[in-house]
């Protein structure tokens, strides 16, 4: 006489025998800089390295002027260092676009991005702005003085302030700021 299986223990076994099979799973991070802000421009640019495991970015939070009016941001990446490429706007990639409500000075302001991945073993430049640039705009705060931030999965290298929408930079400046993240983590 045939015995069935009922549909759940298959699940169970197929669960079992995919994660002895080395399947994968996503762990979430997040990484906080200082929102404890002393100066301000129209964005940063800094350096992120990734480990043993690729990164997907799924949220960041930015130190952002309090507004009575929405905020556009905008996150490019490119490969490597941003070093050297803080005006070359050909060498970046816009990643995520969205408006926000600012929160106000020293307090983090949520950004919905659309994910993107940072390789595993990989230095990746990251430039957060706001996109209505001039004078009387809402700024990116951030930190004087250069500064870094690391965990199990990333290391920030921090980086450089920017006038303008790839205009001009302003040396020595940490972000001000969160990354929320999942990571790929093989069993």
């Known amino acids: 006489m045939k015995q069935l299986i009922p549909c759940s223990t298959v699940a169970i076994v197929?669960?079992?025998?995919?994660?002895?099979?080395?399947?994968?799973?996503?762990?979430?991070?997040?990484?906080t800089t200082s929102y404890v802000a002393g100066a301000a421009a129209d964005g940063n640019m800094f350096d992120v390295t990734t480990f043993s495991n690729p990164v997907t970015v799924s949220g960041i939070h930015v130190n952002a002027s309090n507004s009575l009016k929405p905020l556009d941001i905008a996150i490019y990446t490119k490969p490597g260092t941003f070093h050297e490429f803080e005006t070359e706007e050909t060498a970046w990639t816009?990643?995520?676009?969205t408006t926000v409500t600012p929160q106000g000075l020293n307090v983090p302001t949520i950004v919905d991005v659309t994910d993107f991945v940072l390789p595993a073993n990989t230095i990746?430049?990251?430039?957060?702005?706001?996109?209505?640039?001039?004078?009387?705009?809402?700024?990116?705060?951030?930190?004087?003085g250069l500064h870094e931030f690391s965990n199990a999965d990333l290391r920030l290298n921090l980086g450089v302030g920017i006038g303008g929408?790839?205009?001009?930079?302003?040396?020595?400046r940490t972000w001000s700021g969160t990354i929320n993240y999942t990571v790929d983590v093989a069993p």
């Open 14 to 31: 197929l669960l079992c025998v995919g994660h002895a099979l080395g399947e994968h799973h996503a762990a979430t991070g997040s990484i």
């Open 94 to 97: 816009l990643v995520s676009q």
């Open 124 to 144: 990746t430049g990251i430039y957060v702005t706001v996109t209505d640039t001039g004078p009387g705009e809402p700024q990116m705060h951030y930190v004087v």
């Open 165 to 172: 929408m790839f205009e001009y930079s302003i040396e020595d």
